[in-house]
């Protein structure tokens, strides 16, 4: 404690009392042999007596292990740190507490942990950097206007983590403030703009080019709008990625844009709908579907054998429920988040799992989203078999091969009932080339244009209607 105090007073020393210094405090360091919570609070109160800093910041955890705890995924509830802070706050009168309450992105919560005496701030970094006008949109009374972080921190820690610019997957602003502003410009003329598609990339470029002036007309095959978010959000422990929808369902809502649901353009409709419509842009985004027959990019081909086994797609494996008892096979070639989640998915309704991975290891593409301490565990818990740096080789009618890319040794796996492929994803864009045939300024995005990910599709939304 001495030694602190004395780094304190070297500080003062430099900058003064009329310089605002406060400390990082961490409440427990969750180590077997570090500080705990009862030592903290004695840390606190003397660190208070001293008066020789204006502000405490708690939060829990101390080394690099324990990050997925300090900057929990979606996988976590937000306020999990809210009772360590509360601790250190009770002890502390002089001096206004600042807690990291945990995932904190709705300002009811903030508020209430401010109420109750929680802690005196609130720290809402990432809720910040998916709206940066948070407080001002709750000043106003616009609560429903804030567009919510979904924790998956693929765009801020994990490219931190990398050394890379911070950005954000669900605001395509962040990092381009200049070439994409946070206030969208009004259009030099507006437009009759019709958007075929309403996942991630149509529903912002239908935002966009609403806010811009334009007329548009929103059109979407499914009873609601999404697309790959639906699905994603059906996954364990992703369910927050829902809330993106329902964010662009109020938004659309008060833009009154035209949305039509469960309509399907085909191409014997396009005539008439450039017709009724008088559609000056079309926006063709329309997504991607995965990929059944287990092509992948790395063998150049699809699975030998491949029709002497029940396949489903990602898209319909979420919903399956009757497979009790059913043994599965899921080969994933991404190395992203879905095989490994929809595997937890299977074992949940009574399936035996087998997943199979190209990758060195599961989930090797988001290693550093912090999502992998939970996904693992999960896979633990439901006894999901692994196998890496392996593939399929081909399928027989009663067994499966896989074979180690670098061994080469080969595995043979009996009496498995049906196969996941989590490996490619195939554009629909049949549509873009009929319309661009009708009219000139007509534009593919998102994954209809080339499969990727959320960040890629909001962006192209984005950007593609800032230029019309």
Not at 41 to 46: D, P, S, V
Not at 129 to 153: F, S, V
Not at 244 to 265: P, T
Not at 376 to 402: A, G, M, P, Q
């Amino acid at each position: 404690m001495r030694f602190l105090l004395e780094i304190i007073d070297g500080i003062r020393t430099e900058v003064g009392y009329d310089f605002t210094l406060g400390l990082r405090l961490n409440a427990d360091e969750l180590l077997d042999d570090g500080l705990k919570i009862e030592e903290t609070k004695q840390i606190a109160t003397k660190l208070d007596q001293s008066k020789k800093l204006d502000f405490l910041n708690v939060d829990i955890g101390i080394t690099g292990r324990q990050h997925h705890i300090q900057i929990a995924p979606l996988y976590v509830s937000p306020g999990h740190e809210v009772e360590y802070i509360a601790q250190i706050k009770s002890m502390v009168r002089t001096i206004p507490v600042l807690g990291t309450p945990g995932r904190c992105s709705d300002p009811y919560f903030a508020d209430w942990l401010i109420a109750e005496s929680k802690m005196d701030m609130v720290g809402m970094t990432r809720a910040h950097i998916a709206d940066p006008y948070i407080i001002n949109k709750t000043l106003e009374g616009r609560i429903e206007d804030i567009r919510p972080c979904i924790g998956t921190n693929e765009q801020c820690y994990n490219r931190i983590g990398n050394g890379l610019p911070l950005r954000c997957n669900v605001n395509p602003s962040v990092g381009f403030e200049e070439e994409r502003p946070y206030e969208i410009p009004l259009a030099n003329k507006r437009k009759k703009v019709l958007i075929i598609g309403c996942g991630p990339a149509g529903l912002e470029a239908t935002r966009v080019c609403a806010l811009r002036g334009h007329k548009v007309i929103a059109i979407e095959k499914n009873k609601s709008i999404g697309g790959q978010l639906i699905h994603a959000s059906k996954l364990p422990g992703r369910a927050d990625i829902g809330s993106l929808i329902r964010w662009y369902e109020i938004q659309l809502e008060k833009l009154k844009v035209i949305l039509l649901l469960n309509s399907e353009v085909t191409y014997d409709l396009i005539d008439d709908l450039i017709e009724t419509t008088q559609a000056e842009t079309v926006i063709i985004s329309t997504g991607a579907v995965y990929d059944k027959t287990g092509y992948t990019e790395f063998t150049g081909k699809g699975i030998q054998g491949i029709n002497n086994i029940h396949v489903f797609s990602p898209e319909e494996a979420i919903y399956l429920t009757h497979i009790s008892g059913k043994k599965a096979i899921i080969f994933d070639d991404e190395g992203f988040e879905v095989a490994p989640s929809l595997a937890v998915q299977l074992a949940k309704n009574g399936a035996k799992v087998v997943l199979v991975t190209r990758h060195s290891s599961v989930g090797q593409a988001i290693f550093s989203t912090l999502q992998l301490p939970f996904i693992y565990r999960e896979l633990s818990k439901f006894k999901i078999e692994i196998y890496t740096n392996s593939i399929i080789e081909r399928i027989e009618r009663d067994f499966v091969i896989i074979k180690n890319i670098y061994s080469e040794d080969y595995l043979e796996i009996k009496n498995v009932d049906f196969l996941v492929p989590v490996t490619y994803k195939r554009s629909i864009n049949e549509l873009y080339k009929r319309f661009k045939e009708k009219v000139k300024q007509t534009y593919v995005i998102g994954d209809a244009r080339a499969p990727r990910r959320l960040r890629n599709a909001i962006v192209e939304g984005y950007s593609i209607s800032l230029s019309i």
